[in-house]
């Protein structure tokens, strides 16, 4: 199964930055195996859907807004992805992941497995720097990317 696990975050905003710091660890302690494509998409725009195609398994890391406790991990899967209402984000990034899935799924090319890895931020805020109850999911977050892409 073609796998890809993607960051997704603007490292200047605070805990937007988890997604590229969560890639970064994965990378430097060489978790995944040489045939998981692993890659910091930043703050992909209107290129979103081309990273997912010829993929059977996309997982992403991503900042979420939802209500719970900074740090805290929250698994999406494809089907709740997709059934979010036009207009209501789950990520703060343009396009959005259920727009890119839906673009591609009308195109005949999306990927049947995706998941997104949502962790909750303390604060969007300008700096490079992760909260302390953010910087701390990194780990856990990783590990899952590895269990999931296994």
């Given at each position: 199964?073609k796998?890809a696990?993607?960051?997704?975050?603007?490292?200047?905003?605070?805990?937007?930055?988890?997604?590229?710091?969560?890639?970064?660890?994965?990378?430097?302690?060489?978790?995944?195996?040489?045939d998981?494509?692993l890659?910091?998409?930043?703050?992909?725009s209107?290129?979103?859907?081309?990273?997912l195609?010829?993929?059977?398994?996309?997982?992403?890391?991503?900042?979420?807004?939802?209500?719970?406790?900074?740090g805290?991990?929250?698994?999406?899967?494809?089907?709740e992805?997709?059934?979010?209402?036009?207009g209501?984000?789950?990520?703060?990034?343009?396009?959005?992941?259920?727009?890119?899935?839906?673009?591609?799924?009308?195109a005949?090319?999306a990927?049947?497995?995706?998941?997104?890895i949502?962790?909750?931020?303390?604060t969007?805020?300008?700096?490079?720097?992760?909260?302390?109850?953010?910087?701390?999911a990194?780990?856990?977050a990783?590990?899952?990317?590895h269990?999931?892409a296994?």
């Open positions: 199964m796998t696990i993607y960051g997704i975050g603007n490292i200047l905003l605070g805990d937007d930055g988890i997604g590229p710091a969560v890639v970064n660890y994965l990378f430097a302690n060489n978790i995944l195996g040489d998981v494509t890659e910091d998409l930043g703050t992909p209107l290129d979103l859907p081309n990273y195609t010829g993929f059977d398994r996309v997982i992403f890391i991503d900042a979420v807004a939802v209500d719970a406790p900074p805290t991990i929250r698994l999406f899967s494809r089907e992805i997709i059934a979010a209402p036009p209501i984000r789950i990520s703060p990034h343009e396009p959005t992941i259920n727009d890119a899935l839906i673009v591609l799924d009308f005949g090319g990927p049947r497995d995706v998941v997104l949502g962790i909750v931020p303390h969007l805020e300008n700096g490079m720097n992760l909260s302390p109850a953010v910087g701390k990194i780990p856990r990783a590990m899952l990317a269990a999931l296994s």
